[in-house]
């Protein structure tokens, strides 16, 4: 009889070892972006760049440790245009948004050539599929960051770019949920592209919907008419 309980509190107790894996599966890493040490004059473009890259390969967000709110204004306009949620918020603390994210259950990858190689550290990464906040640095980053983050991060140990490294990361870190970062859906906006072989093809999403709406009328009409005269 003891065996038999025993058993069945252990069934039990797998089953919600199991459903809590299942759980863990199932539910998205977040991943944002912190930009550290933006220069207003020298660093608009790139800041641009690292943040339409994290947006198209799907980070939820992006903290600009810097009052500069032209980078807010153009991704603003870009998720108007070509949809998604994604933001960029200007922050006046890059510690205390550490802490923060930290103290919320999230890790934190510091972006730098210095770090442990992308491959290397991977699957420690993928083991705790905790929410991620990546940080990458303009310019010299303060030092601190090396002791605040979880993991220091090389995408390859040689000098490259910021947005090099972030597009690579994302990829690998979609991958370790089974998706592609290149087939990040957007909802909403105005426009999309119609992939081409050759030529450009963008169309208006207002009249993608029409057309939808209209083939999705005609087709329950169809089968109206087919009910009908059977
Ligand atoms: C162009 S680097 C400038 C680095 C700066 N001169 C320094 O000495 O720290 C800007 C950012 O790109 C990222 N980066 C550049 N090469 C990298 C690499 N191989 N692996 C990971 N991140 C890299 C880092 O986030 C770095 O802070």
């Known amino acids: 009889m003891v065996v038999a309980s025993y058993n069945t509190f252990d069934w039990a107790f797998r089953g919600i070892n199991l459903n809590a894996r299942?759980?863990?599966?199932?539910?998205?890493?977040?991943?944002?972006?912190?930009?550290?040490?933006?220069?207003?004059?020298?660093?608009?473009?790139?800041?641009?760049?690292?943040?339409?890259?994290?947006?198209?390969?799907?980070?939820?967000?992006?903290?600009?440790?810097?009052?500069?709110?032209?980078?807010?204004?153009?991704?603003n306009e870009a998720a108007a245009r070509w949809g998604g949620s994604f933001y960029v918020r200007r922050i006046a603390s890059w510690k205390s948004e550490i802490k923060k994210w930290k103290e919320a259950g999230g890790k934190v990858v510091h972006l730098t050539m210095y770090g442990i190689n992308l491959p290397d550290a991977i699957p420690q990464i993928a083991a705790d599929r905790g929410n991620l906040m990546i940080v990458v640095g303009a310019e010299k980053v303060p030092p601190e960051i090396y002791e605040l983050a979880d993991w220091n991060v090389a995408v390859g140990n040689q000098p490259h770019s910021e947005v090099a490294a972030l597009a690579?990361?994302?990829?690998?870190?979609?991958?370790?949920?089974?998706?592609?970062?290149?087939?990040?859906?957007?909802?909403?906006?105005?426009?999309?592209?119609?992939?081409?072989?050759?030529?450009?093809?963008?169309?208006?999403?207002?009249?993608?919907?029409?057309?939808?709406?209209?083939?999705?009328?005609?087709?329950?009409?169809?089968?109206?008419?087919?009910?009908r005269h059977k």
């Open 168 to 227: 690579i990361i994302l990829d690998r870190l979609m991958a370790i949920e089974g998706k592609d970062a290149l087939r990040t859906q957007f909802t909403g906006g105005e426009i999309e592209i119609v992939p081409k072989k050759r030529g450009k093809e963008v169309i208006s999403k207002s009249i993608t919907h029409t057309r939808k709406m209209w083939a999705c009328s005609v087709r329950s009409m169809g089968n109206w008419l087919t009910r």
């Open 22 to 75: 299942m759980y863990i599966h199932v539910k998205p890493m977040r991943i944002t972006i912190l930009r550290l040490g933006h220069r207003i004059q020298r660093d608009q473009r790139i800041t641009t760049h690292v943040a339409l890259t994290a947006r198209a390969l799907g980070a939820e967000g992006m903290l600009l440790d810097s009052d500069d709110s032209g980078i807010e204004k153009s991704l």
